[in-house]
């Protein structure tokens, strides 16, 4: 099955009486140029706008990820999510075919860390998702979504933490993560990888998984300016509590890049009180 959008603008009816053109805000402004909306559809707009406030958004979607948004059953906070969806900017470098996104660069003197959530690498299955986090602010350098694992998704990670300043890399070992943390290991020869209990690799359980989603949930309201990344974004809006009391992605959407960011940031929560916030001089080499 393809999925297609449809804007609320294609319905003819969808229309009132015109705004005056000079009241225009600088959105309107730009949904006119963009989508060529005549002002009695921004009459429209301000009305269901008015009319169903917090809801607009998705019960008359502009975009592909407003079709989905999530309403009272979301884990994280949908208008926290919204304001930063409206400052977010591009990334600056655009690898692997688009699925690598980069916003800033490492930078000489800068510790960074990062996350990857594995899959199989599969064309069908889940992503594998990484995140690269600048370890004292958080703050999200990179991300990276694709259909790769095993040694590739070893060689990809690796040559990351590498460019990143030998950062530290933090592989969930649950399923497919034991077989790619062996391979950077041995294959790879890469060293600075962050370890729990002497054991290589973040472990997610039933008490670690809720409380590094919660700290994702404390950034995004406290600490918005740290998340870089439409995509990211799009799959928190879609991140739900589910029937059987879990959470995850609604039907038909990936979670992938939420939990890579969820890993990062418990793992770099669980370094900084190891180490008191400085140097981080801990693990093997």
């Known amino acids: 099955m393809v ?3 449809f804007p609320w603008w294609m319905e003819r009816r969808y229309r009132a009486k015109a705004v005056d053109a000079a009241s225009l805000t600088e959105e309107e402004q730009g949904l006119r140029t963009r989508h060529r909306l005549d002002l009695e559809q921004i009459a429209f707009r301000r009305q269901i706008r008015a009319d169903f406030r917090g809801l607009a958004r998705q019960e008359y979607a502009e975009d592909e990820e407003s079709c989905f948004l999530a309403s009272g059953d979301s884990v994280f906070e949908l208008s926290a999510i919204e304001a930063r969806w409206k400052t977010i900017t591009a990334p600056s470098e655009v690898r692997h075919n688009g699925d690598l996104e980069i916003w800033l660069p490492p930078l000489k003197g800068k510790q960074y860390l990062v996350a990857v959530d594995p899959a199989g690498g599969g064309s069908e299955g889940d992503y594998s998702a990484v995140q690269v986090l600048e370890l004292e602010t958080g703050l999200q350098c990179v991300e990276f979504a694709g259909h790769v694992g095993g040694l590739e998704l070893a060689r990809l990670v690796t040559a990351l933490a590498t460019e990143y300043n030998q950062a530290w890399l933090v592989v969930e070992r649950n399923s497919h993560g034991s077989g790619v943390l062996a391979l950077i290991e041995t294959v790879c020869g890469y060293g600075r990888v962050y370890r729990q209990g002497g054991q290589a690799g973040w472990l997610t359980t039933q008490m670690s998984r809720p409380a590094a989603l919660g700290r994702l949930d404390a950034g995004l309201v406290e600490k918005p300016e740290c998340f870089q990344s439409r995509r990211l974004l799009a ?3 879609s991140f739900v509590r589910l029937p059987n009391g879990g959470t995850g992605a609604r ?12 890993i990062g940031l418990g793992a770099r929560a ?16």
Do not use: I, K, S
């Open 270 to 285: 669980e370094m900084l009180a190891t180490c008191g916030g400085a140097n981080f001089h801990f693990g093997r080499h």
């Open 3 to 5: 999925r297609h959008f």
């Open 251 to 262: 039907p038909g959407m990936h979670d992938d890049r939420v939990m890579a960011m969820a």
């Open 235 to 237: 799959e928190c809006r």
